[in-house]
């Protein structure tokens, strides 16, 4: 009995499986003999696939009219940018004296209008961006990271050490494409307003402008060119750089240029190169804007060179002033420095606020028309024989 159950329990798996093959031949072969339920779910199915891909198609179509839209607004903007920084570079080059002042400040400004196109093509080529999830606070280093981030290059956290590679190797470089030269242009941001700095603190100490007065339509070609650039910037950056960044970045990077790493018990190095740049140069304005007024210990200069050097130095400080404001106060890891630090917040808070009314006193000093002391006509003294003889 056992035999027989089996071997009609093997027959019946048999016919079982002869059935279940023979309705998936007949569900593949001819659908419309399927039953209503199953047809019904199939063609759901397939409905539902046949809706996906139209959305994802239609996604496509949009991101791509959409990129096409930033990327040709961005490259029209950077074009913009670039003419008018031409325009205002020809009028330099033309009325370049060739002193270091003018020719550090001059070399300062080439390297940031290359550094701007680079970043730009850097983020039109690259318009598929690394995916980043963690919300960061908008810091001196949001420029920097925002571009690695959206050309799919590492971040660079040690400026120093990259910016020392990249000059050492550059002899050797071999562009790949253009990500590799937006990131060497945001690392080489830093030591370029470094250059800018010097050059300006030197020249108000010995007297040299980096140039003269320029006419109105170099100054309107200079706002349109560093307009246009940083709105390039903002376009192309699709929401991640805002106008102010790169400006903030440049001042923060100047501490990691200079120093190696963060001392313990003082603020973070970005922190401390705004604050160097706007007291050194507030400084500077202010011993210009006294010599000139009162004491004359510094070499004199012209009213016109002075009063472009003055502008200059001003800018520097209101970048420098608002790098300070618009960065997010640095943390301190190490509480059992908090003593220190209080310390050292205060004495930085005090040296910069000195500083800063130095240098506007200086700046008004230097502002203010000089009184020209009239110089006494020239008597003609006559000899003593000739008045007799008259």
């Known amino acids: ?139 001196s280093h949001w420029f920097a990271h925002s571009v690695a981030d959206l050309v799919g290059r590492t971040r660079a956290d040690d400026l120093h050490h990259d910016v020392r590679s990249t000059v050492r190797g550059a002899p050797r470089w071999r562009w790949r494409d253009s990500a590799d030269a937006a990131i060497v242009a945001v690392l080489l941001d830093g030591p370029r307003r470094l250059l800018m700095v010097i050059a300006v603190t030197l020249g108000l100490l010995f007297g040299v402008s980096p140039f003269g007065a320029p006419p109105w339509w170099a100054l309107v070609a200079l706002g349109a060119g560093c307009l246009g650039i940083a709105t390039a910037h903002v376009v192309l950056g699709r929401g991640r750089i805002r106008y102010g960044d790169r400006t903030r970045w440049t001042y923060g990077a100047i501490g990691e240029v200079v120093g190696r790493a963060d001392v313990d018990g ?20 202010g011993l210009r804007g006294m010599s000139d007024r009162w004491t004359h210990g510094l070499p004199a200069m012209d009213d016109d060179e002075r009063v472009v050097l003055l502008a200059v130095a001003a800018g520097l400080i209101l970048g420098a002033l608002y790098t300070l404001a618009t960065s997010q106060r640095p943390t301190q890891v190490d509480a059992h420095l908090v003593a220190r630090h209080l310390e050292e917040r205060t004495a930085r808070q005090a040296v910069l606020a000195v500083a800063v009314v130095l240098g506007m006193v200086g700046l008004v000093a230097g502002l203010l028309p000089t009184e020209q002391v009239a110089e006494p006509a020239p008597t003609v003294s006559v000899p003593a024989g000739e008045a007799a003889d008259g």
Not at 103 to 121: C, I, T
Not at 266 to 285: K, N, Q, T
């Open 1 to 139: 009995m056992g035999d027989v159950s089996q071997a009609a329990l093997k027959s019946r798996l048999r016919i079982a499986d002869i059935r279940t093959g023979a309705t998936i031949s007949v569900a593949v072969a001819r659908p419309e003999l399927m039953p209503p339920t199953a047809t019904i779910e199939h063609e759901a199915t397939d409905e539902r696939r046949d809706r996906r891909a139209r959305c994802r198609a239609r996604v496509d179509a949009v991101d791509e009219q959409e990129r096409s839209l930033a990327v040709g607004a961005g490259v029209a903007m950077a074009t913009v940018g670039t003419i008018g920084t031409l325009v205002w570079l020809a009028w330099r080059v033309t009325h370049l004296s060739l002193d270091p002042v003018s020719v550090a400040f001059l070399l300062a400004e080439v390297a940031g209008l290359l550094g701007g196109l680079a970043v730009a093509s850097g983020l039109a080529e690259r318009w598929t961006a690394r995916s980043v999830f963690v919300d960061e606070p908008r810091d």
């Open 266 to 285: 003082l603020a973070p190095r970005r922190w401390v190169g705004a604050i160097a740049s706007a007291v050194a140069v507030s400084v500077a304005v």
